[in-house]
């Protein structure tokens, strides 16, 4: 039985890939085999040593300690494009909210509920409705920073909408790439995106390079009539650069799914409350992937969307399958072929790849190892963690 802890409301879509013949699921576990969380934020107080690994119901994982998790053995996983499309829509919103008088038009709608006659009403709207006359999308210019899944998405329904669209992306997978239409101008520095762009849609991670990335120096560079976007992640942005350019009038409005103090109550700034993803479909569609991605982990050692593993799959064949992580250095395989060797343990199948400072490792072999081939294994060093599965 694997002992599953969740973190955040999971949708109970995802959580019924995990049968319950094979998984106990619970916000509450003293050792649990994993945890599948959405932006709770975890420390690694929470990660018991039984922990093998943590998957994320969404794309950002900020949330979780990553490089504390790779120095454990565990993977990481998220859910990439599984809530794009829920991200693309409310973009598009966010870009008419900012564009015309829609919130304010509405608020002010909302004064008259004492009038009883109609038809003074409407002469009464006609009259007032110049104050929330607005600008349309069409032949403007939307700057898309970061042109993954939610980006490559925005960039087409700019397209769509009749806007020219510009993109930067400085580490755009080749994948990436395909998707994007051709139409989409890319520029060569961020820099030169602000300079051109009407609206501006950020689509990063927050990462050391893209911290406070949107700072005072590249919002002296834009046009006044800029709408700057970001559903992306607080911290990509500094808010009191943001707060200077909009009282400068270097600034014409920001929208954003993260409120702070200082941006709300402004007529110049648009918040939601980190809404996102927050669809029935996009919630259905991460649950199912990270429930998924962790099944085929804790049952099989597969590692797909993991953000800080190699991705590996190998078929189930007979025989018991030893899963290793190590560190990334030469030698260790040997050393572990040699145990099972010694053992006389054949070796029916394996895979090996790595990815930055760690290397994975599935291996099946005809016969299951004893706890002691299992322990020297475990004592060769830079291995950091042996799993049998069944
Ligand atoms: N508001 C929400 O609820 C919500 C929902 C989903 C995702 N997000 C945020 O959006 C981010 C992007 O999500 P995604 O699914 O498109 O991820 P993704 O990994 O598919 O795409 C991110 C893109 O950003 C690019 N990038 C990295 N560094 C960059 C830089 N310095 N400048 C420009 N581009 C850079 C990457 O190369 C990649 O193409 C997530 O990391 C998350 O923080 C927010
Ligand atoms: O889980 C959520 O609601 C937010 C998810 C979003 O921020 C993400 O990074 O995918």
Redesign the pocket.
């Given at each position: 039985m694997f002992k599953v802890l969740t973190r955040n409301q999971i949708s109970v879509k995802g959580l019924d890939r995990l049968p319950r013949q094979q998984y106990e699921i619970a916000s509450e576990f003293s050792s649990p085999d994993a945890i599948l969380l959405r932006s709770h934020k975890l420390t690694m107080e929470e990660v018991s040593p039984s922990v093998m690994a943590i998957a994320r119901a969404?794309?950002?994982v900020?949330n979780i300690p990553v490089a504390d998790c790779t120095s454990r053995g565990i993977p990481v996983f998220n859910t990439?494009?599984a809530?794009?499309n829920?991200?693309k829509e409310l973009v598009i919103a966010g870009m008419t909210l900012g564009s015309r008088g829609i919130l304010n038009g509405m608020d002010y709608v909302n004064t008259l509920g004492d009038m009883t006659d109609g038809a003074e009403m409407s002469k009464l709207l006609e009259k007032e409705k110049k104050r929330f006359k607005g600008q349309e999308l069409m032949g403007k210019t939307l700057g898309v920073?970061?042109?993954?899944?939610?980006?490559s998405l925005v960039a087409r329904a700019g397209l769509d909408l009749g806007m020219d669209v510009i993109g930067?992306?400085?580490?755009?997978?080749v994948d990436?790439a395909w998707r994007l239409p051709s139409s989409v101008r890319r520029m060569e520095n961020?820099a030169s995106l602000f300079a051109r762009a009407d609206y501006i849609s950020l689509?990063?991670?927050?990462?050391d390079?893209?911290r406070g990335?949107v700072n005072a120096e590249l919002l002296s560079n834009c046009k006044p009539t800029l709408k700057l976007l970001n559903?992306?992640?607080e911290e990509i942005v500094d808010n009191a650069a943001i707060i200077e350019a909009l009282d400068a009038g270097r600034l014409e409005r920001y929208i954003a799914?993260f409120p702070a103090p200082g941006l709300i109550g402004r007529d110049d700034v648009i918040l939601m409350p980190?809404?996102?993803?927050?669809t029935d479909e996009a919630e259905e569609n991460c649950a199912i992937m990270a429930a998924e991605q962790l099944r085929d982990f804790l049952e099989n050692g597969n590692i797909k969307n993991s953000v800080n593993f190699p991705a590996l799959a190998l078929e189930r064949s007979e025989g018991t399958r030893i899963a290793i992580s190590n560190n990334n250095v030469p030698k260790i395989l040997g050393h572990v072929l040699s145990a099972l060797a010694d053992a006389d343990l054949n070796v029916i199948d394996m895979l090996n790849k790595s990815r930055d400072d760690v290397a994975y490792n599935l291996i099946d072999v005809a016969v299951a190892p004893s706890d002691d081939v299992i322990a020297r294994i475990r004592g060769i060093e830079g291995v950091i963690n042996v799993r049998v599965i069944a």
């Open positions: 969404g794309a950002g900020n990439p494009g809530n794009a829920a991200v920073v970061g042109l993954g899944a939610i980006g930067y992306d400085p580490a755009l997978s990436a961020i689509h990063l991670p927050v990462l390079a893209t990335l559903f992306a992640r799914d980190h809404i996102g993803a927050s």
